[in-house]
């Protein structure tokens, strides 16, 4: 995770406030649904969604949400789970769709299993945030340029393929943020690789439904 600086300028930027309803899409251990609650308060709601592609992992993702949901003070957070492109019908209608370090996978054989497309899966978060919801999308940026063709293989993707796909949807372009660029990521190394590990160049969106 950020420093607590970088994680409140995030929530800010993702426009996260109190009453608000998130989904934080694709979860992890759960550090940004905890936030992201802590944020809402009782008026809001966290919906933390697993893709159904990812939901068989050893790690049990859902079994590890739902108990997050169980910890003191999180009444406010449900664990969902469906195919990427069904989310809509295990999630309420949001004010934020939050994709962080995740984009990228909507291009790797794992996601499109089912049959899913980025493009799909695009329209999906549009079909489901209020008009003026955001829509943000924080990623390991890859050499421009390069388009999807390092998702699989560096799990990083071109900034400007996913402003081309996002827009394609429907959405606008509202903001970005250099927060978490690093100029020295030569682009070339696959995010995991120890050498580059947590110090990736990363992008940051915020699209909106209009």
């Given at each position: ?65 739902r ?15 469906a ?19 995740f ?108």
């Amino acid at each position: 995770m950020y420093d607590q600086t970088r994680q409140s300028e995030l929530i800010r930027f993702a426009r996260v406030a109190a009453g608000s309803t998130v989904i934080d899409v694709y979860p992890g251990d759960g550090d940004w649904t905890r936030l992201f609650s802590d944020v809402v308060g009782s008026q809001g709601r966290v919906s933390s969604f697993v893709p159904a592609e990812v939901a068989h992992f050893e790690n049990d993702p859902v079994g590890r949400m739902r108990t997050l949901a169980k910890e003191p003070g999180r009444q406010n957070v449900e664990a969902a789970s469906a195919d990427l492109v069904e989310m809509r019908k295990v999630t309420q209608p949001a004010d934020v769709v939050w994709l962080h370090l995740f984009y990228h996978d909507l291009h790797t054989a794992l996601m499109q299993a089912r049959g899913a497309t980025a493009a799909q899966f695009n329209r999906a978060v549009f079909e489901q945030l209020k008009p003026g919801g955001s829509y943000v999308v924080i990623d390991h940026a890859a050499a421009a340029g390069s388009g999807t063709s390092n998702t699989q293989s560096l799990h990083r993707i071109d900034p400007a393929a996913v402003r081309e796909e996002v827009e394609a949807a429907g959405f606008k372009l509202d903001a970005e943020t250099t927060l978490l660029a690093d100029n020295d990521d030569a682009h070339s190394i696959k995010v995991f690789d120890p050498s580059i590990k947590g110090k990736t160049d990363r992008f940051a969106y915020r699209f909106v439904r209009l």
